[in-house]
């Protein structure tokens, strides 16, 4: 986890900077990083001796890396691709939900984050209709 904290680091570094395609590849490389912790963790072997918020880690990394990089896009207008980046992750979430039990150490975590993802979506659609609109040509106004 050190390595996604130093790439989520230099991504939000560019971020900030506004170099919005390098702060788009470093948290694409972030979820590059743990999505693979975190499947395992999630659907293959939760390792017993990982302590509850040590098997959440990877969800919460996953979680913040997605948010991340989805508002890289919507920061550059590019609705669609916000949109699609919640909704895979979002979908990722529930899948994991649906095969959890509640004895596993992340099942709280999962639940958590799932309902972050699902409000940053339902956040960068309502952004992307007042974006629309602020584009739209008011009714009556003629181009000549």
Same mark, same amino acid.
């Given at each position: 986890m ?15 900077? &506004? ?10 490389? *972030? ?10 963790c ?9 302590? &509850?918020?040590e ?5 919460f ?16 207008? &590019? ?19 649906? &095969?959890l ?9 999962v639940?958590?984050?799932?309902a ?17 609109l602020?584009? *739209? ?8």
């Open positions: 050190e390595h996604w904290q130093q790439i989520i680091a230099r991504g939000n570094q560019a971020f900030t900077e &506004r170099h919005l395609s390098a702060a788009e590849s470093l948290y694409r490389q *972030a979820i590059s990083d743990v999505w693979p912790v975190w499947y395992h999630a659907f293959v072997c939760c390792p017993p001796e990982l302590s &509850r918020e098997a959440s880690l990877p969800t990394c996953l979680s913040i890396s997605i948010q991340n990089l989805a508002e890289t896009y919507a920061q550059q207008q &590019r609705w669609r691709r916000c949109q699609t980046t919640l909704r895979h992750g979002l979908n990722w979430f529930e899948q994991m939900l649906q &095969r039990d509640g004895d596993h150490p992340a099942s709280v975590a639940l958590q984050e799932s972050k993802l699902r409000a940053e979506y339902q956040a960068a659609c309502k952004r992307y209709k007042q974006w629309q602020s584009r *739209a040509v008011p009714k009556g106004s003629y181009l000549h």
